[in-house]
């Protein structure tokens, strides 16, 4: 397995990279123990009309954070694979005023074993996250996308 | 009301002035005839890592969409308002492999004018809106969001 640190790094390049806007939203990645991703972004580039977080750039943030903790899980078993949204739904608890995170958990590790023997024998399988989005003031987003990835 | 030539115009340095991340994705005001609102988007500066269209762009296009339609007939009954999405799905069909547009349209008239009293009566409403992103490949993605108007 390799260790966070890089992990975090390594991500953040492929953020980088391969999702270009990205950049121009400030997504950083903040922090992962092998189990929680956490991501961030400034709340200056993703402004909108009420001076609070558009909700556009709130969902993407969200919708990586799942695909980030994907990513990183699958390439620590050294499974090669693309990993893409499926379908997705997002609720907006309370508007942001502030630089924002997102977390996402492997919660449901019985899940995560059914997806990974799937994957394995069909080179195909899907899998449902969770990502919440967090400010001082409290739960602000509830996103819940199922992701697939295929060989 | 006013004029669509000049609802597509305004509606686009609306769109650049207050959500600024939306020049970041190149997002312009296609086409509005006073029930369809039309926006687009290139693929360049929303690519992923699978050079097709992000996820998250795709869903930025789609609910902005909803908005600038709300945002546009509330302007034209002089009603001044706020609105934000509350809650929203969306389901990706096909991956967008060229530039894309975004339609959504007031298909339900009765729920518009039910929208429309509550509004009048209580300062605060709801209304859900689909929004569809269309690709030459056929429809690319399909979006629900609810919104909320309020004074």
Known sequence: MKH???SIHHLQQ?????????????????DYDGSQLVLEAPLAP???HKS????????????????????????????ESHIV????SIIYHLPVKTDFISQCKMADE???RRFLAIFRRKGRAKIPLLA?????????????GTYVAHV
Do not use: C
């Not at 949204?85 to 997705?88: H, L, M, N, P, T």
């Open 85 to 88: 949204i499926f379908e997705s």
């Open 132 to 144: 919440n989005i967090l400010t001082r003031d409290g739960l602000a987003v509830s996103f819940r």
């Open 14 to 30: 492929v953020l980088e990279n391969e999702i270009p806007i990205t950049r121009r939203m400030g997504i950083r990645v903040k």
């Open 110 to 112: 019985k899940a995560w």
């Open 52 to 79: 609070t977080a558009f909700g556009g750039s709130l969902y993407s943030l969200a919708v990586l954070t799942g695909w980030g903790l994907l990513y990183l899980r699958m390439q620590e078993l050294g499974l």
């Open 4 to 6: 966070p640190v890089h």
């Open 46 to 48: 993703n402004m909108n």
